[in-house]
């Protein structure tokens, strides 16, 4: 079975400030990890994943993650916050073959000025 | 890139009318197709997984009675709701994985907001 955990429900950084959203999974078979974004009433876009090629991966707009085994850590980060970033954000966690994503409860990410 | 195109955005209908939304692969051939339900500040809840000319999957607790799951085509999956009640409100998300983009091409489509009123 896999799950993930995403540390924080809410998350407020101000404009410019770095973000950091966690991310901690659990996986008895290699994990293929990601991250989606999601504004209100639409769907996910895919900010990035790791499926077992670099441990750091970097993704679209200027977010990151890195892949920490040891940790089971799979945290998103970002330099410098901006007010468009402002959206919920899921950590989702899947196996081989043709299952299903899993993902975690979100994040909210708040952008103050 | 790859782009799943869902239908309607949202919908409103009449406690015990029946509501199908579709999810289509547009550039790709989607082999499995995913469906999940969202309530408001939620995270997404597999509903169940279709994979193209037979039954789908559900996940524990989901009525697969109400819940009418048909991939007919490569590039066609639809979720029927039959005889809708208000505690169906929710938002549905389909997804769709893309067998040629190796592990991790799982696309998603925009969503369908149902109220039932």
């Known amino acids: 079975a896999q799950s993930v955990t995403q540390l924080g429900s809410h998350v407020s950084v101000s404009e410019g400030a770095l973000v950091l959203l966690r991310c901690n999974y659990s996986?008895?078979?290699?994990?293929?990890l990601f991250w989606y974004v999601q504004y209100p009433n639409q769907g996910l876009q895919l900010l990035l994943k790791?499926?077992?090629?670099?441990?750091l991966v970097k993704g679209i707009n200027g977010f990151e993650a890195e892949f920490k085994k040891s940790e089971t850590s799979f945290h998103l980060t970002k330099p410098s916050a901006h007010m468009s970033d402002a959206a919920e954000y899921f950590c989702?966690?899947?196996?081989?073959?043709?299952?299903?994503?899993?993902f975690g409860s979100g994040t909210r990410l708040q952008v103050q000025p | 890139g790859a782009v799943v195109s869902q239908h309607p955005s949202w919908v409103i209908c009449k406690s015990g009318t029946s509501v199908k939304i579709e999810c289509r692969s547009l550039?790709?051939?989607?082999?499995?197709m995913f469906w999940y339900r969202q309530f408001p500040k939620q995270s997404l809840m597999l509903m169940a997984t279709?994979?193209?000319?037979?039954?789908?999957?559900?996940e524990q607790g989901v009525e697969k009675d109400k819940f009418l799951i048909n991939h007919a085509s490569l590039t066609l999956s639809t979720l029927t709701v039959t005889s809708a009640h208000p505690e169906d409100s929710s938002f549905y998300i389909c997804?769709?994985?893309?067998?040629?983009?190796?592990?991790?091409?799982?696309?998603f489509g925009s969503g369908t907001r149902l109220t039932v009123v």
């Open positions: 997804s769709a994985r893309d067998g040629g983009a190796g592990e991790g091409g799982y696309t």
């Open positions: 996986s008895s078979v290699p994990p293929y």
């Open positions: 790791y499926t077992s090629a670099a441990t």
């Open positions: 989702a966690v899947s196996g081989t073959g043709r299952r299903a994503l899993t």
């Open positions: 550039d790709f051939q989607a082999t499995t």
């Open positions: 279709s994979n193209e000319g037979s039954k789908a999957t559900y």
